[in-house]
């Protein structure tokens, strides 16, 4: 299903529109983590963030499977979402995205500048996919998924940038929400028949691919009340996990304070920006630094779209909680 073929096609449409992302080896980063580390910066694409280059594939394969569709619609805490506004706007679709009441104000206020209609609804990104799709229903709008083959090769045209721009790395941390990020770079791996490790990384309050991945069947969870809102999923994908227990060597868990630390250190040492789940994957690496002394390593800050309020507090010291 991901082989080489389909991984480039899928790259060469994303960077039609979009050029690719930098990977830089921070020398401060490999100071703290006692490895070389080289982070591969998705906070640099038109969002912000990994998620749109698996809306520009999906999109474009959409109008070619159903060339009448018109409207898209999708739940999302943000991410997804501006994704989805991001390549309706360019196919000339409409866009309505369902998103938890609280959300991240910056990021809704993102989605409308995309040109999306935004609903809050529920408590959280599964209640509000409830209501997306029944409005699907009424207003005859196509549901765009959180997780499709096609977003899988989108966002994996980040990780074939990665694995063919960096040294050859022993192992990649990357954040698993959905499950389209962390599958993509398992999906590049395995297309290019490199023997990279992956190590998916979930927030302890966001559990549930870290016990599906340990029991092998989806486990959902009853709350996901993590500050990191590209993780905060209750109940995994199964096709998602099928391909994570394939190709995911671990899957570990990070806390909210070690997440927030994690932001401050990428701050301090690259004065990027990386929201909670864009700083999982280095919080992950710098729970595990024992394990991976000397060696070298990726870690997908996969997005930097944090609210101002909440990331002044982190720099000060804080970590934020869920609203």
Known sequence: ?????????????????????????????AEAAGCEVWLKHENHTPIGAFKVRGGINYVHNLKVREPGVTGLIAASTGNHGQS???????????????????????????????????????????????????????RGLHT???????????????????????PALDTVYVPIGMGSGCNGVVAARDALDINTKVVGVVAKKAPCYLHSFEQKTPVPTNT?????????????????????LGGVERVVTVSEDEMAEAMRVIFSATHNVAEG????????????????A???????????????????RVLAGETPVKV
């Open 84 to 138: 989805v506004a991001y390549a309706a706007k360019r196919a000339g679709l409409t866009a309505t995205i369902v998103v938890p009441e609280g959300n991240n104000p910056e990021k809704n206020a993102a989605m409308r500048g995309f040109g999306a209609e935004l609903i809050e609804h529920g408590r959280d990104f599964n209640v509000s996919l409830e209501l997306a799709e029944d409005l699907a229903k009424e």
């Open 224 to 244: 996901c009340d993590t500050f990191a809102e590209g993780l905060a999923v209750r109940i995994p994908n199964p096709e998602a996990l099928e391909m994570i």
């Open 144 to 166: 765009f998924p959180s997780y499709h083959a096609d977003l899988v090769r989108g966002v994996g045209s980040y990780a074939m940038e990665l694995f063919r721009d960096a």
């Open 277 to 292: 789940a864009g700083a999982s994957a280095f919080a992950g690496l710098m729970q595990e630094k024992d394990k991976m």
């Open 294 to 312: 000397g060696k070298r390593v990726g870690a997908i800050v996969s997005g930097g779209n944090i609210d101002r309020p909440r990331y002044t």
């Open 1 to 29: 299903m991901y082989d080489l073929a389909s991984m480039e096609e899928a790259a060469a449409r994303v960077h039609a529109v979009i050029p690719p992302t930098p990977q830089y080896a921070w020398p401060l980063l």
